[in-house]
């Protein structure tokens, strides 16, 4: 859905140079078509365990798109009481909201109990104890499932490994059917189900498969302890390629290979996919400011910084850079990418062949409709941009930039210095 269209890139119908004089740079874009597709090829390749496919609003959370998913009939995984409000507030069902995370804090967990959400994915034993004093508290019972590390190595950056024992994601498989079954007795809690997420941005099924077989048998040894369980949820992390020679995840095969591991269960299925959906369907443009010449680099200097889009200065994630107006010139010249920010880990792309730009043209940066606008900060003072969705040949701004009014809210004086 982005593609060069009389040398012009363009997303569904819309140049996105039309966009760009409308609205000014930067500006994050958002394809609903490669959206929705992305949505339906998940949906299709596990159409036949009916799974709860619990979009992980981490991802992208802007209120249009929550909705948009809720409208296919999507879940969500969430990760904190803002994300749940949020999930609310775009119109998502408390039936299937599911609720992750290591830290949640007391006045979360109320929340989630009296929002009566589909179930609260634990990761401690701790927190099961404290769940269950909120859920009294409320008068209410709420449905747990415990998240398990299965350490199986899931070859992706360190930072986003989080299924390996040194983590601190989830219960060790070996001391879980010990936790579990304590679990399972405490007050106003059901306990429902397993839990795993082997990491994000994986590209090839084996970790996903290891850790489905992981679940599979602990749930044998669970049963057989008398401890009921009714879901099963694989997590998340399907990965996308971001580089040309990377292929992404082929979720077909995927469910070719852990559908059966799944169906001997018998449990309902949950999957959370994030950045499979939402990544290929947005781009980040930025305009050049200057073209620069250092005494052994070019650098294209451009209005979005690393506060627009952090992947790259945190990760050292690569993103595809390409030019909004293509040039007719095959001549290609190496530049940095960087943004104007006071941080050398400013950059967008190093040593990048791109055609002769100039000062004024547009740049976009791929795939970065996920982790990108809701890791976006305020740092250098700077404002956050706007957020775009196209739907055919028409664009709608579904998040205003940010103002300068808005840079200050909630600032005071103390009296001293009134
Ligand atoms: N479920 C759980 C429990 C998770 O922790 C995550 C992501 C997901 C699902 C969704 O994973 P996905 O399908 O999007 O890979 N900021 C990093 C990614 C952090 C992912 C954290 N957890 C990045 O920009 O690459």
Do not use: W
Not at 116 to 123: C, P, T
Not at 155 to 182: D, L
Not at 221 to 226: H, K, P, V, Y
Not at 285 to 303: M, R
Request: hydrophobic letters at 40%; proline letters at 4%; charged letters at 25%.
């Amino acid at each position: 859905m982005f593609i060069y269209k009389n040398g012009e890139l363009t997303c569904e119908k819309v140049k996105l140079s039309e966009i760009a004089s409308e609205v000014g740079t930067p500006f994050y874009v958002y394809s609903q078509e490669t959206l929705l597709r992305n949505f339906r090829r998940i949906k299709n390749a596990f159409a036949s365990l009916n799974p709860v496919i619990a979009y992980s609003v981490k991802a992208n959370s802007n209120l249009s798109i929550l909705r948009l998913f809720a409208h296919e009939g999507s879940g969500f995984d969430i990760v904190s009481g803002g994300e749940l409000i949020r999930v609310l507030k775009a119109g998502g069902l408390p039936e299937k909201i599911i609720y992750a995370g290591v830290g949640k804090s007391i006045e979360e967990l109320t929340l989630a109990v009296k929002s009566k959400i589909m179930m609260v994915n634990l990761e401690s034993e701790a927190e099961a104890e404290i769940l269950s004093k909120v859920a009294q508290n409320a008068r209410s019972t709420v449905r747990a499932a415990m998240r398990i590390n299965p350490d199986v190595e899931a070859h992706t950056h360190e930072y986003i490994t989080t299924g390996k024992k040194e983590n601190k994601f989830g219960v060790s498989y070996k001391s879980a059917p010990a936790i579990i079954s304590r679990i399972a007795r405490l007050p106003n809690i059901e306990f429902v189900g397993l839990h795993v997420h082997v990491g994000s941005q994986i590209l090839d099924t084996s970790a996903h498969v290891s850790g489905a077989k992981r679940l599979a048998s602990l749930l044998g040894t669970l049963r057989s302890e008398g401890v009921e369980i009714r879901t099963i949820n694989i997590g998340g992390g399907f990965g996308i390629g971001y580089m040309d020679h990377e292929k992404p995840m082929n979720v077909e095969n995927l469910s070719r290979k852990i559908i059966p591991i799944l169906k001997k269960t018998g449990c309902r299925v949950i999957l959370e996919p994030g950045r499979f959906i939402v990544a290929p369907a947005g781009m980040l443009i930025t305009s050049i400011n200057y073209v620069k010449s250092g005494d052994q680099k070019q650098f294209a200097i451009v209005d979005a910084g690393m506060s627009d889009l952090i992947r790259p200065s945190l990760y050292k994630a690569y993103h595809r850079i390409i030019p909004v107006k293509e040039t007719s010139s095959r001549k290609k010249i190496e530049m940095d990418i960087v943004g104007p920010i006071c941080e050398s880990a400013d950059f967008f792309g190093k040593e990048r062949r791109l055609p002769q730009v100039k000062a004024g043209d547009l740049l976009a940066i791929c795939d970065a409709g996920a982790y990108g606008y809701v890791m976006a900060s305020n740092y250098n003072t700077r404002r956050r941009p706007p957020e775009i969705l196209v739907k055919g040949n028409r664009f709608f701004i579904i998040k205003k930039r940010e103002s300068y009014d808005d840079l200050f809210k909630g600032e005071e004086f103390p009296p001293h210095l009134k």
